[in-house]
């Protein structure tokens, strides 16, 4: 089916961009058909979790376990101290309720510089 869509210009001019120059689709067309289906398989995989987290609370990983799993997939040097990064979690929480597991790590760093790990020469 076709669909008509007005886009802003700069967005349609980086789409025309990224297809002619690095060939990242056929077409403007299919770029656009695959940025949406990328979007919607997103919304779908994040409703199905969310459901899961319903049927099984407990399952639902802690602000900590977000945080290591972000040093994890950053590669951040703070991924080997998940206690440090629950830590952190934890006091971050205290003070920020809508703290992101990036923010944790951030805050974690911003920790460890003033007050070094326990454990280590400093």
Do not use: F, K
Not at 75 to 95: I, K, M, T, W
């Amino acid at each position: 089916m076709n669909t008509s869509m007005r886009l802003p210009a700069a967005l349609r001019e980086a789409a025309s961009l990224a297809v002619s120059e690095l060939g990242a689709a056929a077409s403007t067309t299919q770029l656009t058909a695959l940025a949406l289906r990328g979007v919607l398989e997103g919304v779908l995989m994040r409703a199905a979790l969310e459901e899961h987290y319903v049927a099984h609370p407990g399952t639902r990983p802690c602000l900590g376990d977000l945080a290591v799993a972000a040093a994890e997939l950053d590669g951040h040097p703070l991924a080997a101290s998940p206690e440090l990064l629950h830590r952190a979690a934890d006091e971050l929480v205290a003070r920020r309720h809508d703290a992101t597991p990036d923010d944790v790590v951030l805050w974690a760093e911003a920790r460890a510089l003033v007050r070094p790990p326990t454990g280590s020469a400093a």
